[in-house]
């Protein structure tokens, strides 16, 4: 009896025994297939995070060569940038060079403007000291005449003066009736005052040196021909100049050679109109001096050669 329950008991532990090791199996076989199952999930999520880092590195790699090529253009644009600084700094310099060279040449002209200024004052100096003895003859000439015969006649007449144009004007009716080239008395008497005068004054060599002429003028009204007035303008200049060498004898011998006559006839009006007074006006006699223009020329010349030499200097 007791035989039978032991073998009872092991038979019901074999058959306990087989699906306790099939539930064990099933379990790791479920097991291994959610591994599998979580390996081929993490295969495919791992392949999209591949690929999708694979496009993002791809990206990268292409903002990065674009990004090396945006440096690269940087780079281009700042070696242009630097040699265009380099060229504006050469031409700034050479610009100051320019400047600093014109600024010299400037103030070298201002040196040479107010040189200029200082010779050309200088000689228009000269040259209107010239033209003022022209002036200074005619007044000495005029005073030396006032002296002796007063500056008028009985009819309050100026006896001389000197016109704008720095000649002595004789009226013509203190020296000849009209239409007549023949002397009045008061006319011989002015003349003879006025050859006196004229010799005293060629006496100064510092003024002879200067006179080429002087000039007796004949004018007339506009009454009559020209050619008629020609003639009348002219006969009353060679008798003007005739009883001044008459007069005064020293003076023809001396300085004759200054005299000259020459005629006008209507043509130079001192005196606008047809009226009794402008036409009395204009009948006159003229006595001019006329300076050497050698002289003239002289200052000149002299002034040229001054200015030569120191441009001549200026170049050494």
């Known amino acids: 009896m007791k035989v039978r329950s032991r073998n009872f008991k092991k038979d019901g532990e074999t058959e306990n025994f087989w699906p306790a090791f099939t539930d064990m199996i099933s379990t790791i076989a479920l097991i291994l297939f959610f591994l599998m199952l979580l390996a081929y999930i993490q295969n495919i999520i791992t392949g999209k995070n591949f690929e999708f880092a694979k496009k993002q590195l791809i990206d990268t790699e292409m903002k990065l060569e674009e990004s090396a090529a945006e440096i690269s253009r940087a780079e281009k644009r700042l070696r242009l940038l630097r040699d265009e600084l380099k060229d504006t700094r050469a031409e700034i310099e050479e610009g100051e060079i320019a400047l600093k060279l014109s600024e010299e040449q400037i103030e070298e002209q201002r040196k040479i403007i107010a040189e200029s200024n200082r010779e050309l004052g200088a000689l228009r100096t000269k040259i209107q000291g010239i033209a003022l003895l022209r002036l200074d003859v005619l007044r000495k000439v005029k005073n030396s005449v006032e002296k002796e015969l007063g500056k008028t006649n009985d009819k309050g007449e100026e006896l001389v003066l000197i016109s704008d144009n720095g000649n002595i004007v004789i009226n013509e009716g203190l020296v000849f009736d009209t239409g007549s080239s023949k002397l009045k008395p008061e006319g011989q008497k002015l003349l003879s005052q006025l050859a006196q005068a004229f010799e005293r004054v060629l006496d100064d060599r510092g003024i002879r040196v200067n006179i080429d002429a002087i ?19 002219a006969d009353r200049a060679k008798t003007v100049v005739n009883y001044l060498m008459s007069a005064n004898n020293d003076l023809e011998n001396k300085y004759g050679r200054y005299f000259a006559a020459s005629a006008y006839s209507e043509f130079r009006p001192i005196a606008k109109g047809q009226t009794d007074s402008a036409r009395a006006r204009n009948r006159r006699i003229e006595i001019s001096i006329i300076l050497k223009d050698s002289n003239i020329q002289n200052v000149i010349d002299d002034y040229l050669k001054e200015s030569i030499e120191v441009f001549d200097r200026r170049d050494i």
């Open 215 to 233: 000039n007796i003028q004949g004018h007339t009204d506009d009454r009559g021909t020209s050619e008629y007035n020609r003639g009348l303008s």
